[in-house]
């Protein structure tokens, strides 16, 4: 069992950007793949980005290539999502969670976080 912790959430112009950071408590989490989704309203949860258990491979979809960033500390039992330029399209309610095989889809996931809250104002 894995508990997942998100912070770093808020409200943040188009354009700025943000740390979000998931702490993890339970085993360690270098046990798990880790990513990030998000959810709009109406929308599906999607994934953003997910990371392998040592960090050596990463996976993106289109939409947050080049402005996303996630990278994990098993140190410190925590997966950051660093997130730039971001747009009104970005704003919804970012999920971490956790896997014992390698996160390509939500039905990948284990362990969910509770979600926290990225609003983008225009």
């Known amino acids: 069992q894995v508990q997942l912790v998100e912070s770093g959430g808020g409200l943040v112009q188009a354009g700025g950007s943000l740390r979000l950071s998931c702490a993890t408590s339970g085993r360690t989490i270098s046990t798990y793949a880790m990513g990030w989704f998000r959810q709009a309203p109406g929308k599906e949860r999607e994934l953003l980005a997910s990371?392998?258990?040592?960090?050596?491979?990463?996976y993106y979809t289109d939409s947050v290539k080049g402005r996303f960033t996630i990278s994990r500390d098993n140190a410190k039992n925590t997966v950051y999502l660093q997130m730039s330029n971001l747009k009104p399209e970005d704003m919804a309610v970012y999920y971490c969670?956790?896997?014992?095989?390698?996160?390509?889809?939500?039905?990948?996931?284990?362990?969910w976080g509770q979600g926290i809250q990225v609003t983008v104002s225009s």
């Open positions: 990371i392998t258990r040592s960090g050596g491979n990463t």
């Open positions: 969670a956790a896997s014992r095989q390698n996160i390509f889809h939500r039905y990948d996931v284990d362990y």
